[in-house]
């Protein structure tokens, strides 16, 4: 292990000990900041890497669409077709009107 990595993963586990004792936000905020902090130590170190976090984007970017497509499909199209026939486009007219 080298230095760099010994010092990141003290400072780590200082940060993790320290939000543990402030309670459940503190550890939620700390492993937060201990993924991101071993992911900026480790990074990608080949294509693989790359071509998994690409495939994670696209499967994300997909479900994303998915679910606004189908969110606009079950709610607002219908709601918006109720609204339009059930509206009466009729005219009543009295004889006094004429």
Known sequence: ??????TVLAAVV???????????AGALSSAVI????VAEAHGSSSWLGLFA?????????VSTLLYYA?????????SLLFTL???SL??????TTL
């Open 1 to 6: 292990m080298d230095p760099s990595t010994s």
């Open 34 to 37: 201990r993924a991101s902090d």
């Open 53 to 61: 976090r690409i495939v994670l984007w696209i499967l994300q970017a």
């Open 14 to 24: 200082s940060k993790t000990a320290a939000a543990i004792a402030d309670g459940p």
């Open 90 to 95: 009729t005219v009543t007219m009295n004889a």
């Open 85 to 87: 026939f059930s509206t």
């Open 70 to 78: 189908l969110k606009l499909a079950t709610f607002s199209v219908p």
